[in-house]
């Protein structure tokens, strides 16, 4: 351990030199509290004298214990001096010495002093770890919501279940997969992930079951397919609700018997593998839609994860904001109080892939090392492509009314104050956009 020893008088701090470097210390000495200060880096010890010339013993602890509460401060007081003994240990000093001392009570009171500064490191790494909890692996969310997902996850992990990951597109369906099969013991092997819906029907068999030589035109060499590949593993069935229902009862036999054969192969082969399967869709309409086998949703909700979207957990947004602006800044930009608010406020359609987006094209575009609200820019785009499949509605929770209000200030806004402009803007004449705005209360009374 590294040993900070302060005192003016050259022969004790000798002594005191040797005696700590026969146990095996690394030494510093200093002459009086300046000298101290700037030789304090790194040290885990401070023995000090209290009277000294300059800066004394207890001006001196108390700058340590302001500056670096975790370094224990040992003092040296003259015989007899009770009273600046208690007042040092009322600073902050956690033992004293008498003077004299013998050298074996000098490296009695050493180690223990080094024991509890153990201690409080390590209570301090622990509170660290407290903090951290509102991350997982590299998922983070403090809200109740992810911590009930953390919690499952963490129970389903070392088991092989099947595990059904359901949530809306962009609230880390991929990343909770990959939580799970990283703290689970199959994590040295491999993990696999099949995009269900980016595989033509035809193509998806050969694609997940492999095949022989010749089991189809063009199978000129025999190959796995990506069940065998993560044999010993985990597969990752991502948009499960898009198997076509002809592969559908292939994968039940798998989850079920844990077997399957190659196309264009009588042999069957055992697997052994753990199944973790998502959705962005409500899977029950697909059964009802007779779309989805009963059984093959069954076997696959034994375990269901539910992730919830970001604005249901709106708690989440700073620290997930924090966190892409360290990815994609130089670590100095800060998010303005506005700005912070208006990210607050939005929806997310797009959840948590939308929210990084928005910060590393506004970080893009920022000037300062603030990013102020004007310059989050939040792309309408993805929004009503969000919702192309459904006919058009309003924004969730908004009144006709409040809708039609934040359509005629946008446009004014875009038309810069500008009503004929605006009112072209909206395919209304001039009279029908001051009219609208009169019943909203939006003054009318400038001439353009
Ligand atoms: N809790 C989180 N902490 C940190 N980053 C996250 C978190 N959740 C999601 N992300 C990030 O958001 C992006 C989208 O996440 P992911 O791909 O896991 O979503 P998904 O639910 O699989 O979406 P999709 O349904 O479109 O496949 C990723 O870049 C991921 O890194
Ligand atoms: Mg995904």
Request: with cysteine; aromatic share 6%; charged share 30%.
């Amino acid at each position: 351990m590294r040993i900070l020893i302060v005192e003016d008088e050259e022969k004790l701090r000798r002594v005191i030199e040797l005696q700590l470097s026969s146990d095996e210390h690394e030494v510093v000495t200093a002459a009086n509290g300046e000298e101290a200060l700037r030789k304090i880096e790194g040290v885990d010890l401070v023995i000090t004298d209290l009277k000294m010339p300059g800066m004394d013993g207890l001006s001196l602890l108390e700058r340590i214990s302001r500056d670096s509460p975790s370094t224990p401060v040992v003092v040296m007081t003259a015989f007899g001096n009770v009273e600046t003994a208690v007042e040092a240990m009322k600073r902050g000093a956690i033992d004293f010495l008498q003077k004299p001392f013998s050298l074996d009570h000098l490296s009695t009171v050493v180690f223990k002093a080094l024991e509890v500064r153990r201690l409080r490191t390590e209570n301090q790494r622990l509170q660290e770890e407290l903090v951290t909890r509102n991350t997982f692996g590299n998922l983070i969310g403090r809200s109740p919501g992810m911590q009930e997902v953390f919690r499952l996850v963490e129970r389903v992990a070392p088991s092989r279940a099947t595990v059904l990951l359901c949530g809306e597109s962009g609230v880390g369906k991929d990343m909770v997969a990959r939580a799970i099969h990283f703290h689970s013991p199959r994590r040295t092997q491999p993990l696999v992930k099949i995009n269900c819906s980016a595989l033509p029907e035809n193509l998806m068999e050969s694609e997940l079951f492999g095949y022989e030589k010749g089991a189809f035109t063009g199978a000129s060499i025999a190959r796995p397919g990506k069940f065998e590949q993560a044999d010993q593993g985990t597969v990752f069935l991502d948009e499960i609700g898009d198997v076509p229902m002809a592969v559908q009862v292939k994968l039940l036999r798998i989850l079920q018997e844990r077997e399957f054969e190659r196309l264009g192969s009588n042999r069957t082969r055992q697997i052994d593998v753990r199944v973790i399967a998502a959705t962005n869709v409500d899977l029950r309409a697909a059964l009802e839609g007779g779309r989805f086998r009963e059984d093959l949703y069954y076997r696959l909700n034994v375990m269901p994860i539910n992730i919830p979207s970001l604005r249901e957990r709106r708690e989440d947004i700073p620290a997930l904001a924090q966190h892409f602006m360290a990815k994609y800044g130089d670590g100095k930009q800060r998010l303005s109080p506005g700005a912070l608010d208006k990210l607050l406020a939005n929806d997310w359609p797009g959840n948590v892939r939308e929210l990084e987006n928005v910060i590393e094209r506004s970080l893009l575009l920022a000037s300062g090392e603030e990013l102020q609200a004007s310059e989050i820019r939040i792309d309408m785009g993805p929004r009503s492509r969000q919702t192309s499949a459904e006919p058009y509605f309003l924004p969730a929770g908004m009144t006709l009314d409040e809708y039609e209000q934040s359509i005629l200030k946008e446009a004014l806004k875009r038309a810069s104050g500008n009503k004929s402009q605006a009112a072209r803007l909206l395919g209304i004449t001039r009279n029908a956009l001051r009219y609208r705005l009169s019943q909203i209360g939006i003054d009318d009374k400038e001439p353009d």
